[in-house]
C-alpha cells in the first residue's frame, strides 16, 4: 500500500490505514507531528514506539497497564491466522452493532471497541459506501467465491447486508436461540423449530459459496427446492420425521466423489466396469504412501477399457 493512499479521504484508503501509516512512517525514520495529525493517529504512533521495546513478558504487561485499550485492540489485530474473536468483531461493526451491545456480547469495554475501529479497523465512517466496503473490506472473495473456511468473510457479508440479528444467527450456527428446555418434547419442539432455519442459512451459505455453472447449476436448484420444501413441510407442522426426510433428499442430490454412493450417480458407459474395480487405500497404505514407501496391494484384474477403433486406422 502506497503512504500516499494512507490517508482519510483516500478512496483507497485500508481499513487499517492508521496503523499502516505508522509503520511506514517509523520504517522510513519520519516522526508524525502530533499538530498535524488527529489523536487517534498519534495514539498509535505512541504506541508503536512503546511496543518496539517490550522485550519480554512484563514488559507487556507494563504496556497494556499503561494502556488496556489500546493493548486489547492490537491484540486482536495482531493475532488474525487464528483469532475469530477479531472477525466477529469486525462483523459486527459492519452490521452497525452498538458499541454496548457487542461490548455486552463479546465481554469487550467499549473504549477497546472505539479504539480498535479507529486505528485497526476504520468503517464507521464509510458504511454507506457499499462499493468500497466490498472492494476494500470484503475484497475479490466475493466475486470469484468463499468457501465455508472462509466465515470470517462470511460473517462480515452478512453482517454488513442484514443487521445484527442476521449476523447473530450465522454465527450460532445451530438456529436455536438460548432457551432452556425443561422437557424432552420441550427440547424436540426447539430442535424442530431450528431445522427450518438451518436449511434457510444452508441454502445461502451454497449460493455465496459455489459458484453456479453448468456443471452445479441443476444441483444447486434441486438442493434450493428441496429447502424449499421442508421449509413449508415445517410451517404446515410437518415433524422431525418428514423434515429429516426431506433433509436426506438433500444429500442424495449431491455429488458424491467417494465412497459407496459414487455409482449411484451418472458416469461415463465406458467407465463404469473400471469405477467398480479401484478401493481406496487403508490408513496405514496412506501413511506409506506419504512417507514415500511401497504399498503392496494386489491389483489382478484390473483392466481399462480397449480405445475404441476410428475410421482413420
Known amino acids: 500500500m502506497q503512504l500516499v493512499h494512507l490517508r482519510p479521504k483516500s478512496p483507497f484508503r485500508p481499513v487499517d490505514w492508521r496503523w499502516l501509516k505508522v509503520k511506514a512512517y517509523r520504517r522510513l525514520g519520519s516522526r508524525l507531528s502530533r499538530f498535524k495529525i488527529d489523536a487517534h493517529l498519534f495514539e498509535a504512533y505512541c504506541f508503536a514506539e512503546k511496543l518496539d521495546e517490550v522485550e519480554d513478558e512484563m514488559d507487556s504487561v507494563e504496556l497494556c497497564e499503561q494502556n488496556e485499550h489500546i493493548f486489547d485492540a492490537h491484540t486482536f489485530y495482531s493475532d488474525n491466522s487464528k483469532n475469530s474473536h477479531r472477525w466477529e468483531l469486525e462483523a459486527r461493526l459492519l452490521a452497525r452493532e452498538s458499541y454496548s451491545s457487542i461490548a455486552q456480547k463479546m465481554s469487550l469495554d467499549i473504549e477497546t471497541i472505539n479504539t480498535y475501529e479507529k486505528i485497526f479497523f476504520n468503517v464507521s465512517d464509510r458504511l454507506e459506501n457499499v462499493s468500497w466496503i466490498i472492494h476494500s473490506v470484503v475484497g475479490r472473495s466475493i466475486h470469484v467465491g468463499l468457501t465455508e473456511r472462509d ?29 432452556h428446555a425443561e422437557s424432552e418434547d420441550e427440547a424436540n419442539g426447539l430442535l424442530a423449530s431450528a431445522l427450518p432455519v438451518q ?13 453456479i455453472n453448468n456443471f452445479t447449476a441443476v444441483s444447486a436448484m434441486t438442493v434450493e427446492q428441496t429447502y424449499r420444501q421442508i421449509e413449508k413441510d415445517s410451517a404446515a407442522g410437518g415433524g422431525i420425521e418428514v423434515i429429516t426426510a426431506g433433509l436426506g433428499k438433500v444429500f442424495n442430490s449431491l455429488y458424491w466423489s467417494t465412497g459407496s454412493g459414487t455409482m449411484k450417480h451418472r458416469t461415463l458407459p465406458l467407465m463404469k466396469d473400471v469405477d467398480s474395480q479401484p478401493v481406496e487405500l487403508r490408513a496405514s497404505e496412506m501413511l506409506l504412501a506419504a512417507t514415500g514407501q511401497t504399498v503392496q496391494n494386489d491389483f489382478e484384474g484390473y483392466t481399462l477399457p480397449e480405445p475404441e477403433q476410428t475410421t482413420d486406422e
Open 151 to 179: 466465515f470470517d468473510l462470511l460473517w462480515k457479508m452478512y453482517g454488513y447486508f442484514g443487521g445484527p440479528v442476521m449476523l447473530d444467527m450465522v454465527i450460532r450456527r445451530i438456529g436455536i436461540k438460548k432457551q
Open 199 to 211: 436449511a434457510n442459512m444452508n441454502a445461502s451459505k451454497a449460493m455465496v459459496i459455489n459458484p
